[in-house]
């Protein structure tokens, strides 16, 4: 059975940084892209980082040079380190696995997790 559990989030003041994990088990998780997806109220789900499996890694112009996404292949498990955090940072976390090279879009991601809030206070 696949799963992608998130935890981690939480609230905090602007300026302030969370670490997301996602745990993942029921499949060859290492050949997989990885990536976290962010989902605010009436908008769209959209990628914020990615990672495929050689390492390479992507981000959305908003996060650059504050998010920095990673990895751990014999733990299974990814992370998103998210620093100097803002209000428009707030929304759901998704950790979302796709079994192409690149996964930053909605319809190239087999599997989700449940998601965990972030909430940014200015």
């Known amino acids: 059975q696949v799963q992608l559990v998130e935890s981690g989030g939480g609230s905090v003041q602007a300026g302030g940084s969370l670490r997301l994990s996602c745990a993942v088990s029921?499949?060859?998780?290492?050949?997989?892209?990885m990536g976290w997806f962010r989902q605010v109220l009436g908008k769209e789900r959209e990628a914020v980082a990615t990672?495929?499996?050689?390492?390479?890694?992507s981000y959305a112009d908003s996060v650059k040079g504050r998010f920095t996404i990673s990895r751990d292949n014999a733990k299974n498990t990814l992370y998103l380190q998210m620093n100097s955090l803002k209000p428009e940072d707030t929304g759901m976390y998704y950790c979302?696995?796709?079994?192409?090279?690149?996964?930053?879009?909605?319809?190239?991601?087999?599997?989700w997790g449940q998601g965990t809030q972030v909430t940014v206070s200015s």
């Open positions: 990672i495929d499996s050689d390492g390479s890694t």
């Open positions: 029921g499949y060859s998780y290492s050949s997989y892209c």
């Open positions: 979302a696995s796709g079994d192409v090279w690149v996964c930053d879009r909605v319809s190239q991601i087999n599997f």
